[in-house]
């Protein structure tokens, strides 16, 4: 991924010091910017060969557009209580883009992000956005590197209860958006760009897997006594997922990302595989909580290490291995790991509908690691 320092916001990402009169250099793709659908990303535009395969997915990809919009608008305005500003979280976006190494991506949240007003230079406003930005990293990289001190180092930069469950769901929904993409451009047979000699972080431990995980909130719940009918209302909406009963108050405190979502979990179509996709998603990650809800023989078929299970010469096999070079290098999934799948007869709306369920098991894993198991 090409990376430039702009005059105008002058950073990496631990620096945010601004020259207030200094020319801004244009982003590397200033039209990625203007693009109408801001989830595919002009993928519509290149998958004529696969139109209906995006029509039978169009329930999926409305909600997917509708959390775009929620979570990236064209405005936002910041409250004592939501503080998040749109450069915040266009710039995390990018993070989680460029550590998913998608360029699709980062050329679309960097043109956005080029032409707004950077944070002063005050010693303030550069940590939090260091702590923004490596929280970001580490979450989108490598989960297991969150921990209880990660989530004090946000409240201690400033970050409210609402806008650490907001930056989660971000970094949630980049990750998902990221595999989506990678997945379409494989189905697409279009060639891969990646960096050689990067080596993917290691799986998640074996450690805790086989024990009942426990949920402790990583910040404060909502209490039902501050609740708003938007927040009530969501709750309400989530309450049959029994991953959810314990992290439903900690997620209402933005109704809006946890409403777009359970939405998108619901619109998702399940099938045979969906569940040692994700559960794959989960081991790999660190999640001990999400994969607890999976089947036992899925749970166990994984237990031990993920390339255990995928190095089997069966249908499952091939599931998991598709599932966590998927999780582990988006940048590098290509038509080549469709290929033995493909092989066994699979067509592309099946192709599509795994691609599904590993992207939204990355963003579960990932959420609810960082706000149930990280403390």
Request: hydrophobic share 45%; with cysteine; proline share 7%.
């Amino acid at each position: 991924m090409e990376q430039r320092r702009y005059p105008g916001h002058n950073h990496w990402f631990y620096e945010s010091q601004t020259s207030p009169h200094a020319i801004q250099a244009e982003p590397l793709v200033p039209e990625a910017a203007l693009i109408n659908d801001r989830f595919l990303l002009g993928l519509q535009q290149e998958a004529s060969a696969l139109q209906p395969l995006l029509q039978a997915s169009q329930p999926m990809l409305l909600a997917s557009r509708d959390l775009c919009q929620l979570l990236f608008p064209d405005r936002v305005a910041a409250t004592l209580t939501h503080t998040l500003t749109l450069y915040d979280r266009l710039s995390t976006a990018l993070t989680v883009a460029q550590v998913a190494g998608v360029q699709r991506l980062c050329n679309h949240y960097s043109a956005r992000l080029n032409p707004l007003p950077g944070p002063d230079s005050s010693r303030e406003s550069n940590n939090r956005l260091t702590q923004l930005t490596q929280y970001a990293r580490q979450l989108a990289m490598q989960p297991e590197l969150i921990n209880a001190a990660a989530l004090r180092a946000l409240d201690a930069v400033g970050l409210t209860e609402p806008d650490i469950v907001t930056l989660n769901q971000i970094v949630g929904f980049v990750s998902y958006q990221a595999r989506v993409a990678a997945g379409l451009q494989a189905l697409l047979a279009l060639p891969v760009r990646w960096l050689p000699g990067v080596t993917p972080p290691p799986d998640a431990d074996r450690d805790g897997f086989t024990e009942k995980p426990f949920w402790k909130p990583g910040v404060k719940p909502l209490e039902l006594r501050y609740a708003s009918a938007e927040q009530l209302a969501a709750v309400t909406f989530c309450q049959p997922r029994p991953d959810l009963a314990d992290a439903v108050w900690l997620l209402a405190h933005d109704a809006a990302a946890l409403y777009g979502w359970q939405t998108l979990r619901q619109r998702i179509n399940p099938t045979a595989f969906t569940p040692l996709a994700e559960a794959t998603c989960a081991r790999a990650l660190g999640s001990r909580w999400a994969f607890q809800f999976f089947p036992d023989e899925v749970r166990e078929a994984l237990l031990e290490s993920v390339d255990d299970a995928a190095g089997q010469t069966t249908t499952q096999g091939r599931v998991v291995a598709l599932a966590a070079q998927l999780t582990r290098s988006p940048e590098r999934f290509s038509a080549a790991h469709l290929q033995p799948l493909v092989t066994e007869g699979w067509q592309p709306d099946a192709l599509f509908a795994l691609i599904q369920a590993v992207a939204i098991g990355n963003w579960n894993s990932r959420l609810f690691y960082a706000m149930g198991e990280a403390a």
